[in-house]
T-cell receptor
Framework: AQSVAQPEDQVNVAEGNPLTVKCTYS??????LFWYVQYPNRGLQFLLK????DNLVKGSYGFEAEFNKSQTSFHLKKPSALVSDSALYFC???????????WGAGTKLIIKP | ETGVTQSPTHLIKTRGQQVTLRCSSQ?????VSWYQQALGQGPQFIFQ???????GRGNFPPRFSGLQFPNYSSELNVNALELDDSALYLC???????????FGPGTRLTVL
């Protein structure tokens, strides 16, 4: 079965430090990869996507993600965390045969001042 | 350009009843997807519509059905509600293809 795993329920980072939110996937073919963020009482917002090309993709709010095909991973990163980055982050994968998203369970990111 | 809107915001129903949730997609987006998000979990894909035709379906029973209309609005209908149907229901619109989806704020359904 196709699946997306976010192995950490919660990640705690001090403000100013780099952050990484992990995502691995098990999907056949060449999937499209996405990160979304969900703030409290707000809808899901798109951060970035990988379709093809450079393995490092840049997105909104200073976030970037690194695609690793051999490890089937798509980790979200940011060089310097802000308190305002605290939110729930979801990794999502779309198999190449259609555009319907398979989602991870989410990782709660907490940035402490 | 208006965003994706959903109505109602909250809804309380009893087991066995039927419910209709509504979504207004972003103008120009021919694709709408519906998701169920249980508390503390990621969204689960219910189905997708493209130009008023169902374009794929997740692992949900037939009592979950949908419609998409030419004016970029759509509906999710759930018959014979069960307690486990309590969740946040999200709709998302997008152009066809591997592009970002634009999500509405969701409808919180509680089944008692």
């Amino acid at each position: 079965a196709q699946s997306v795993a976010q192995p950490e329920d919660q990640v705690n980072v001090a403000e100013g430090n780099p952050l990484t939110v992990k995502c691995t996937y098990s999907v056949s073919g060449n999937p499209y990869l996405f990160w979304y963020v969900q703030y409290p009482n707000r809808g899901l917002q798109f951060l970035l996507k990988y379709i093809t090309g450079d393995n490092l993709v840049k997105g909104s709010y200073g976030f970037e993600a690194e695609f690793n095909k051999s490890q089937t991973s798509f980790h979200l990163k940011k060089p310097s965390a802000l308190v305002s980055d605290s939110a729930l982050y979801f990794c999502a994968v779309s198999p190449d045969s259609n555009y319907q998203l398979i989602w991870g369970a989410g990782t709660k990111l907490i940035i402490k001042p | 350009e208006t965003g994706v809107t959903q109505s109602p915001t909250h809804l309380i129903k009893t087991r066995g009843q039927q419910v209709t949730l509504r979504c207004s997609s972003q103008s120009g987006h021919n694709t709408v997807s519906w998701y169920q998000q249980a508390l503390g979990q990621g969204p689960q894909f219910i189905f997708q519509y493209y130009r008023e035709e169902e374009n794929g379906r997740g692992n949900f029973p037939p009592r979950f059905s949908g419609l998409q209309f030419p004016n970029y609005s759509s509906e999710l209908n759930v018959n014979a509600l069960e307690l486990d149907d309590s969740a946040l229901y999200l709709c998302a619109s997008s152009p066809l293809g591997p592009d970002e989806q634009f999500f509405g704020p969701g409808t919180r359904l509680t089944v008692l």
